[in-house]
Each structure stands twice: as C-alpha cells, then as structure tokens.
C-alpha cells in the first residue's frame, strides 16, 4: 500500500488549505486513515481520523471546528479540509492507514502558516 499526500503550501493567518491523501495498491474501503502532524521538535500528533465508512470521525481538540477530514472510497483518496489556520498549525502533516495490525505512512506535506 502506497499513500501519497499533497496540498501542503505557505498560507497566511486565517487562511485555508486542503490536503489529499491518495492511496493505491489495494482498495482504500479497507482501511480507517488518520491525519498526524509534526512540527520541528515536536512529536507527532493525531489530528483527525475517519472511519473506514466515513460515518465517523474524530477531532484533536486543537483543530475542532477548523479541520474536516472526509474520503472519496471510489478515488481512494482522503482529505483534510483546514480552514482558518494559525501559525501553530505549522507542520509536517502525514496520513496514515490502519486495519488491523497493518500500518501505513506517508511521506509527508509542509504546511507552514506564517504572515
């Protein structure tokens, strides 16, 4: 299995950016993924994950309200929809796909948020 993320950019204070997590190798319907971030010295964190139906999702509490995770099964494709980004938001942000004992990452997009 092979994720592939990308949308990550410079954005200013406020602004929106949306990430994508392609998945290929095997049937993304297989698999719950999750969205982690890691800034510089900082360990990674979870920020979203959604089910493998999509019906249900959770939240850092530190990007509720601002972030939507949601999937596209049939472009085996995942997304994270962030809107009003702070410069804390900054990070290298990963998807990851889990079933089972099975895990698998990405490489990883820059988002820096920075006036």
């Known amino acids: 299995l092979q994720l592939v993320e990308s949308g990550g950019g410079l954005v200013q204070p406020g602004g929106s950016l949306r990430l994508s997590c392609v998945v290929s190798?095997?049937?993304?319907?297989?698999?719950?993924i999750g969205w982690f971030r890691q800034a510089p010295g900082k360990e990674r964190e979870g920020v979203a994950c959604i089910s493998r139906s999509g019906g249900s999702t959770n939240y850092a509490d530190s990007v509720k309200g601002r972030f939507t995770i949601s999937r596209d099964n049939a472009k085996n494709t995942v997304y994270l929809q962030m809107n009003s980004l702070k410069p804390e938001d900054t990070a290298v942000y990963y998807c990851?796909?889990?079933?089972?004992?099975?895990?698998?990452w990405g490489q990883g997009t820059q988002v820096t948020v920075s006036s």
């Open positions: 190798g095997e049937s993304l319907d297989y698999y719950a």
């Open positions: 990851n796909a889990a079933a089972g004992q099975d895990n698998y």
